[in-house]
């Protein structure tokens, strides 16, 4: 869970769902295992699919190490938005 609670928050705008869409375009996502080292140390599955923290920082900041994971949830909640109003002027 994450603290969402409007009350919470000051400052708010829409998110750039158009430029977001374009970063994800070039990220990559990868299938992965982590080392059996670091699995065992934090209790990890052994695959998963997303992206590196890397290649993250890169299009969207961080520190390279880890990923805000209520970030990244809000990223790809403005990137299918961006995605639905784009099918939908098709329709």
């Known amino acids: 869970m994450m603290m969402s609670d409007e009350n919470t928050k000051e400052d708010r705008t829409p998110a750039d769902g158009r430029n977001i869409l374009l970063a994800f375009r070039d990220m990559p996502v990868d299938d992965y295992r982590y080392r059996d080292e ?10 998963r699919t997303g992206t590196m923290a890397q290649d993250w920082a890169e299009h969207f900041g961080g520190d390279g190490h880890m990923i805000d994971l209520g970030d990244a949830v ?6 299918v938005k961006e995605l639905d109003r784009r099918t939908a002027k098709r329709a």
């Not at 670091?38 to 052994?46: A, F, G, H, W």
């Not at 809000?74 to 990137?79: D, E, N, R, S, T």
Request: glycine letters at 6%.
């Open 38 to 47: 670091v699995r065992e140390v934090v209790n990890l599955p052994e695959h």
């Open 74 to 79: 809000g990223k790809l909640m403005a990137a």
